[in-house]
């Protein structure tokens, strides 16, 4: 094959990467946009939401409520921003494993995912984020001392990029990424991968002003985001931190992990909210 035609293969294939990249970021179609399962099947209680954002946006959303025997006892909220496939009615196990710890849940779909309307970009994200929190803190009055973020891949990033904006109490991230270039120059070392993203999710950078306690998970297993990243994000955070290293792959560790997760995840949440 003549290097005239191995040139123009190269630049198709940069030209496909740059266009398509929202095709290889999201996926809300996978396995299906359809939501067909509900807390219900955990033995929760939930409550359907919806959430307008600032340009229009209807987001679906889920309030799952702990109920506390202690009625006079503080609400805890973990705000769950999930990863980049799927939706909402395939996170039950993480619902039920914040619901064991104490915690009430708002879960919500980004545009475009799920029953949410509109489609996914960047800036679009974290306006659903920035929803997110105004409906929590205004609509349903939970005091900003009282809420915590949890992101997975993902929704690490764009957890960490309200936590800039909207301190929370704590910020936990699991199977993070530094950056979409960082990440995709390792993905696909023969393309100039940070030159051509039109994509930040700098995890990285939010991470390194945020001073509220923080708790990076990850699996050396992950055959997607590699630990590095984690070490990076744990080396970044300049507050109090805890890293919890944990088995198995990028979307399934944290079921895995078993005890080991649900005690590490424990433990750091005690220190901050005190014993649940």
């Known amino acids: 094959m003549s290097a005239v035609v191995l040139s123009a293969a190269y630049a198709l294939l940069m030209a496909f990467v740059y266009f398509n990249q929202s095709r290889l970021i ?46 006079a006892a503080p609400e805890w909220v973990m705000v769950v921003f999930h990863g980049n496939a799927g939706n909402i009615g395939h996170r039950l196990d993480t619902l039920r494993i914040f619901n064991t710890l104490g915690f009430s849940s708002l879960i919500f779909d980004y545009r475009g995912y799920g029953r949410s309307t509109g489609y996914p970009t960047e800036a679009g994200t974290y306006r659903d984020a920035e929803a997110v929190w105004e409906y929590l803190t205004r609509e349903r009055g939970v005091p900003s001392e009282r809420i915590l973020y949890f992101g997975r891949s993902l929704g690490a990033a764009i957890a960490a990029n309200l936590a800039l904006r909207h301190p929370p109490a704590a910020l936990i991230l699991e199977s993070a990424f530094t950056s ?97």
Request: zero cysteines; charged letters at 25%; hydrophobic letters at 35%.
């Open 26 to 71: 999201y996926y809300p179609q996978l396995p299906s946009r359809v939501v067909s399962s509900t807390p219900e099947e955990m033995g929760l209680e939930y409550e359907p939401v919806r959430i307008s954002t600032e340009d229009g946006v209807v987001l679906d959303a889920w309030y799952v409520p702990h109920v506390n025997e202690d009625a």
């Open 180 to 276: 979409v270039p960082d990440l995709a120059a390792e993905l696909y070392p023969l393309l100039p991968a940070r030159r051509l993203s039109r994509f930040q999710y700098n995890t990285l950078a939010a991470l390194s002003e945020i001073t509220r306690p923080i708790l990076i998970i990850h699996s050396r297993d992950d055959e997607i985001v590699p630990f590095s990243h984690g070490r990076r994000l744990y080396e970044a955070a300049p507050g109090a931190k805890r890293f919890l290293e944990i088995k198995g792959g990028h979307n399934d560790g944290f079921l895995l992990s078993g005890e080991h997760y649900l005690q590490g995840v424990s433990a750091f949440a005690e220190e901050v909210t005190g014993p649940r």
